[in-house]
């Protein structure tokens, strides 16, 4: 018995099947009978898996869900949030799992932190909780003061003027748009008088140019959106261009001239596209090009793209809603060094709501009208998560320790990696934004599927890449369950 219960709990189980699933599942019932707790009050210590990836309960509610609405062929998860802590969650077929997906990054402490729950108990966060506010017609003081302390805490340089959005990345990213519209509109045709966002398009014929493969997915958007063709089908689209993003080499220092000579081709192609089009009004710039397969640049090609947007008086918009609050620092773009900062930064995911910040002199003192702004319903409430996120982070000192803990698990990576003849290549990314390749997508989707049998969630994207989006308080305990596993699938000849 001690035998079973060590193969069935122990990390990296191998050989899982060779034991019985009725003895498994009668094991897991056992420990679960006498272990009963309203929440649990520490992580797990490692992955548990009692059966495989996806179970048999997970698969038939997936089906179950699909016959409710196509809108949700792509859930892979149903969770059992009473029961996740941590860097783990459990499954609905009683799988532990460790999470190094975060909801594409969207949980910063992981599940059930402490600090987060204590907030539901105080009756000012239940009330918040419970209704829903225009931040446009009202506010209340103490959000206001939430306010103040968010904006002193984390507002970029130079950027301290702050608009909270509808909770998405999308809505954040088209005022961002809205607002660069606006401003080229007024240079060119003096007073707007109220005009909606369609009537300036008609009027200023204004365009964006971006480098992302997926930026929003509502309507407006949509013309700066560059991913695959089967998000935007069906919808009209504006002609609006689409710059170069450079494909580095890796390791990086090993690979430096071809790397500069790369940025400097795509800089040179970004500019003629700016000289050929002005009607140009912004660019949005997304650090780090994650559903392209995590696209990495260098801090000079992006000082050098920011003279550019400068040199043709276009909006340099950064678009922060994934690399906010994940590479060390709150914000990514805070590495490049840029001469000027960016005109406006947008944030989501881990920041709890979405918005954007920009320059004090950016609109003036002006008055915005209804809709320009629109109505933003935003979860007040989640001020106060997001205040005490950023107490933890600079309590625990988090974004040092993750970013520590995350090259000392690249470093092993490529040992792995030239140990192993190279099988995983590319090995790339910062603090939480941590990134690999294989050889091509049918390689790559059956490691993510080893991976996730043996108890980790790691995510796919781009053409063979493996992407992980870690919570803050990811150690190198967690990280050694993914390199041993690792070395498990090379071991095991699974490429």
């Given at each position: 018995?001690?035998?079973?219960?060590?193969?069935?709990?122990?990390?990296?189980?191998?050989?899982?099947?060779?034991?019985?699933?009725?003895?498994?599942?009668?094991?897991?019932?056992?420990?679960?009978?006498?272990?009963?707790?309203?929440?649990?009050?520490?992580?797990?210590?490692?992955?548990?898996?009692?059966?495989?990836?996806p179970g048999p309960?997970?698969?038939?509610?997936?089906?179950?869900?699909?016959?409710?609405?196509?809108?949700?062929?792509?859930?892979?998860?149903?969770?059992?949030?009473?029961?996740?802590?941590?860097?783990?969650?459990?499954?609905?077929?009683?799988?532990t799992i460790l999470?190094?997906?975060?909801?594409?990054?969207?949980?910063?402490?992981?599940?059930?932190?402490?600090?987060?729950?204590?907030?539901?108990?105080?009756?000012?966060?239940?009330?918040?909780?419970?209704?829903?506010?225009?931040?446009?017609?009202?506010?209340?003081?103490?959000?206001?003061?939430?306010?103040?302390?968010?904006?002193e805490k984390v507002?970029?340089?130079?950027?301290?003027?702050?608009?909270?959005?509808?909770?998405?990345?999308?809505?954040?990213?088209?005022?961002?748009?809205?607002?660069?519209?606006?401003?080229?509109?007024?240079?060119?045709?003096?007073?707007?008088?109220?005009?909606?966002?369609?009537?300036?398009?008609?009027?200023?014929?204004?365009?964006?140019?971006?480098?992302?493969?997926?930026?929003?997915?509502?309507?407006?958007?949509?013309?700066?959106?560059?991913?695959?063709?089967?998000?935007?089908?069906?919808?009209?689209?504006?002609?609006?261009?689409?710059?170069?993003?450079?494909?580095?080499?890796?390791?990086?220092?090993?690979?430096?001239?071809?790397?500069?000579?790369?940025?400097?081709?795509?800089?040179?192609?970004?500019?003629?596209?700016?000289?050929?089009?002005?009607?140009?009004?912004?660019?949005?710039?997304?650090?780090?090009?994650?559903?392209?397969?995590?696209?990495?640049?260098?801090?000079?090609?992006?000082?050098?793209?920011?003279?550019?947007?400068?040199?043709?008086?276009?909006?340099?918009?950064?678009?922060?809603?994934?690399?906010?609050?994940?590479?060390?620092?709150?914000?990514?773009?805070?590495?490049?060094?840029?001469?000027?900062?960016?005109?406006?930064?947008?944030?989501?995911?881990?920041?709890?709501?979405?918005?954007?910040?920009?320059?004090?002199?950016?609109?003036?003192?002006?008055?915005?009208?209804?809709?320009?702004?629109?109505?933003?319903?935003?979860?007040?409430?989640?001020?106060?998560?997001?205040?005490?996120?950023?107490?933890?982070?600079?309590?625990?000192?988090?974004?040092?320790?993750?970013?520590?803990?995350?090259?000392?698990?690249?470093?092993?990576?490529?040992?792995?990696?030239?140990?192993?003849?190279?099988?995983?290549?590319?090995?790339?990314?910062?603090?939480?934004?941590?990134?690999?390749?294989?050889?091509?997508?049918?390689?790559?989707?059956?490691?993510?599927?080893?991976?996730?049998?043996?108890?980790?969630?790691?995510?796919?994207?781009?053409?063979?890449?493996?992407?992980?989006?870690?919570?803050?308080?990811?150690?190198?305990?967690?990280?050694?369950?993914?390199?041993?596993?690792?070395?498990?699938?090379?071991?095991?000849?699974?490429?």
């Amino acid at each position: 018995m001690v035998f079973i219960y060590h193969r069935l709990y122990r990390p990296h189980i191998l050989d899982h099947e060779s034991i019985p699933r009725f003895l498994r599942n009668l094991l897991y019932k056992f420990n679960s009978r006498f272990n009963k707790k309203a929440l649990p009050l520490a992580e797990p210590k490692f992955p548990k898996m009692v059966t495989k990836y996806p179970g048999p309960i997970l698969i038939n509610k997936l089906n179950d869900l699909e016959l409710l609405s196509n809108d949700y062929i792509t859930t892979k998860n149903f969770i059992n949030y009473e029961k996740s802590f941590g860097n783990y969650f459990v499954d609905c077929d009683g799988n532990t799992i460790l999470d190094m997906y975060t909801n594409n990054g969207s949980l910063p402490l992981g599940y059930n932190h402490p600090e987060l729950l204590k907030l539901i108990k105080q009756d000012n966060y239940l009330r918040l909780f419970n209704n829903k506010f225009s931040t446009n017609n009202y506010l209340t003081e103490e959000a206001y003061n939430d306010l103040s302390y968010i904006v002193e805490k984390v507002a970029p340089k130079k950027l301290n003027r702050m608009f909270l959005t509808n909770n998405t990345t999308t809505s954040a990213n088209e005022l961002a748009v809205k607002f660069s519209m606006h401003k080229r509109f007024k240079s060119e045709n003096g007073s707007l008088n109220k005009l909606p966002l369609n009537e300036i398009r008609k009027l200023s014929n204004s365009s964006v140019l971006t480098f992302s493969p997926l930026i929003g997915e509502n309507k407006d958007p949509l013309a700066v959106k560059r991913s695959n063709a089967d998000y935007t089908n069906g919808f009209s689209h504006f002609n609006w261009p689409v710059g170069p993003f450079p494909k580095l080499k890796y390791p990086v220092k090993e690979n430096e001239k071809s790397n500069l000579e790369e940025e400097a081709k795509c800089l040179d192609q970004i500019e003629r596209i700016l000289k050929l089009n002005p009607k140009i009004c912004a660019m949005l710039v997304e650090p780090v090009l994650g559903s392209a397969g995590d696209l990495w640049a260098s801090p000079n090609y992006f000082k050098n793209l920011r003279k550019i947007a400068k040199q043709y008086s276009v909006d340099f918009i950064v678009d922060e809603a994934r690399t906010g609050m994940s590479t060390g620092r709150y914000w990514l773009h805070e590495y490049w060094d840029l001469d000027s900062a960016p005109d406006m930064v947008t944030f989501a995911r881990k920041y709890q709501n979405s918005g954007l910040f920009v320059t004090k002199d950016y609109l003036g003192n002006e008055s915005l009208n209804s809709e320009l702004l629109e109505e933003s319903t935003t979860e007040l409430y989640k001020l106060k998560n997001l205040k005490a996120i950023i107490h933890e982070i600079e309590k625990n000192k988090l974004f040092e320790k993750s970013e520590k803990t995350a090259e000392d698990f690249k470093n092993s990576m490529r040992d792995i990696s030239k140990n192993s003849g190279h099988i995983l290549t590319n090995i790339r990314g910062k603090g939480n934004m941590l990134s690999f390749d294989l050889s091509d997508a049918k390689r790559r989707d059956e490691f993510v599927s080893y991976i996730r049998n043996q108890g980790i969630f790691v995510s796919a994207s781009g053409d063979n890449t493996v992407r992980l989006r870690t919570t803050l308080t990811i150690g190198p305990e967690h990280y050694r369950y993914l390199l041993n596993s690792v070395e498990d699938y090379i071991q095991n000849k699974k490429i």
